[in-house]
Each structure stands twice: as structure tokens, then as C-alpha cells.
């Protein structure tokens, strides 16, 4: 089991930046795929990037590609979401996940941090 906590929301204007950090604690962390997932009010929540163990393997959302950037240190039990040139249509609740499964299922989640673009 692992307990993830984010961190770095907060209100910015379009075009702006943001570093969000996910905080683990638990063994084998660094075994673990983590992925960065959004929700807006009322929307469904959709899947913003994830990274592999060794952190060599990553993956986006083309809504997001070319503007984050996902990254992990595993000395620090950390994941990291770096978010530039943000638009209002980032606005959501973001949230780290990690699969402890192997299998794309993410079954550890943090609380959440809320993240909001201003026009």
C-alpha cells in the first residue's frame, strides 16, 4: 500500500505555470507506474500523463503534449507534473495515481489539488 499526497495547485492566468508534486510514502514505490489524472465539475475524469518505474517511459494526453511534463524522483518517493503555458480549460482537480497491479489499474489515489487557469 502506498499513501500519495499532492501538492502545488493553485490559480494562475493562461499562459502560466504550475509544478505539481505527488508524495509517496510506502515500500516499492519506485516499482510503481504513477499517472497524473484531471476532473472539472461535472466532466469525467481523463487520464493527463503517467511514467514508468525507471522513469524512461512516459506517456500524455494530446491535449496536454508539448505543454507538460511529467517526471520522477525516486529518492524522494516523488512524481513530479510540470505545467506550462496553461489554459482556462485546465481547470480542474488533479490527482496522482499509482498501479500497483502491473496492469494499468490504478488502485492507490491521493486527495486531489486544485488547480485553476483564469482568462
Known amino acids: 500500500q502506498v499513501r500519495l499526497v499532492e501538492s502545488g495547485g493553485g490559480l494562475v492566468q493562461t499562459g502560466g505555470s504550475l509544478r505539481l508534486s505527488c508524495a509517496a510514502s510506502?515500500?516499492?514505490?519506485?516499482?510503481?507506474?504513477v499517472g497524473w489524472f484531471r476532473q472539472a465539475p461535472g466532466k469525467e475524469r481523463e487520464f493527463v500523463a503517467h511514467?514508468?518505474?525507471?522513469?524512461?517511459?512516459?506517456n500524455y494526453a494530446e491535449s496536454v503534449k508539448g505543454r507538460f511534463t511529467i517526471s520522477r524522483d525516486n529518492a524522494k518517493n516523488t512524481v513530479y507534473l510540470q505545467m506550462n503555458s496553461l489554459k482556462p480549460e485546465d481547470t480542474a482537480v488533479y490527482y496522482c495515481?499509482?498501479?500497483?497491479?502491473?496492469?494499468?489499474?490504478?488502485?492507490?489515489w491521493g486527495q486531489g489539488t486544485q488547480v485553476t487557469v483564469s482568462s
Open positions: 495515481a499509482a498501479d500497483t497491479t502491473g496492469f494499468y489499474q490504478y488502485d492507490q
Open positions: 510506502g515500500r516499492a514505490f519506485s516499482s510503481y507506474t
Open positions: 511514467i514508468n518505474w525507471s522513469g524512461g517511459n512516459t
